[in-house]
């Protein structure tokens, strides 16, 4: 079978993300080929001598912006028809549950991992697809958000988790957060684990979870409440 969403991630330190994707589920779903995972050094796709991939920007202003022309020439040298191109920026859209999804149903997604202060807005307006951030704080560069929103998307993927189910007992499942989880000892240091999760009545274990999840919600998530 062959696999079913490739990503090729474009940035200036590659390799922060291949110790990320070789463990765990991800690994495992490299491995099972259900979905494919490459870095690429931008740097490869410079044309000087010293393989130069960032310039100050006009106008002024502190730090560095990627250049347009290694960004242009590795983009279309790895999209296709059917690629989702990515930027990971802290403007982008929030990286959901519902987007997650959505994005697991691509064949192709080519990340775009910005460093220092962006990329060229040329970049941005003429081939990007999609701008997806992984919420309101900057990172150092976006190797680490490319890698989250991998995990995020994967998960969805059929056949990467053992156990399909626990896709809906995520938080965000259905618009409240996952309720407390308990495993043995059923007492430990003194605390015990409640006894409707050990009376095997699954309908009064559902309700309690049900209102658990809904407690949590309300506490800590109320704009998830409509």
Do not use: C
């Not at 990503?7 to 110790?19: N, Q």
């Not at 691509?106 to 990340?111: F, K, R, Y």
């Not at 990007?128 to 990172?139: H, P, Q, W």
């Not at 929103?149 to 626990?166: K, Q, T, W, Y």
């Amino acid at each position: 079978m062959p696999t079913q969403v490739q990503f090729d991630v474009i940035s200036l330190f590659p390799s922060m993300l291949e110790g990320i994707v070789k463990e765990s589920i991800i690994g495992r779903a490299i491995g099972n080929e259900l979905i494919d995972v490459r870095s690429h050094d931008l740097r490869s796709w410079t044309t000087d001598k010293h393989n130069v991939a960032d310039d100050r920007p006009f106008g002024g202003g502190p730090g560095m912006v990627l250049k347009p022309e290694p960004l242009f020439a590795s983009i279309e040298e790895l999209r296709d028809e059917e690629s989702e191109i990515i930027y990971m920026a802290p403007d982008g859209e929030p990286l959901t549950r519902e987007l997650s999804k959505e994005l697991s149903t691509s064949s192709h997604i080519i990340l775009i991992s910005g460093h220092y202060e962006g990329i060229d807005q040329r970049v941005r307006d003429q081939l990007v697809t999609r701008e997806v951030s992984i919420g309101d704080f900057v990172l150092t560069n976006g190797t680490l958000a490319a890698a989250t929103l991998i995990d995020a998307v994967s998960r969805f993927v059929p056949g990467v988790l053992g156990e399909e189910n626990s896709l809906s007992q995520d938080s965000f499942a259905s618009d409240r957060l996952s309720f407390p989880q308990y495993t043995r000892p059923a007492e430990f240091r003194g605390v015990t684990v409640p006894d409707v999760l050990l009376s095997g009545d699954h309908e009064a274990i559902r309700l309690w979870r049900h209102e658990q999840s809904e407690r949590k919600t309300r506490n800590r998530r109320p704009d998830l409440i409509n």
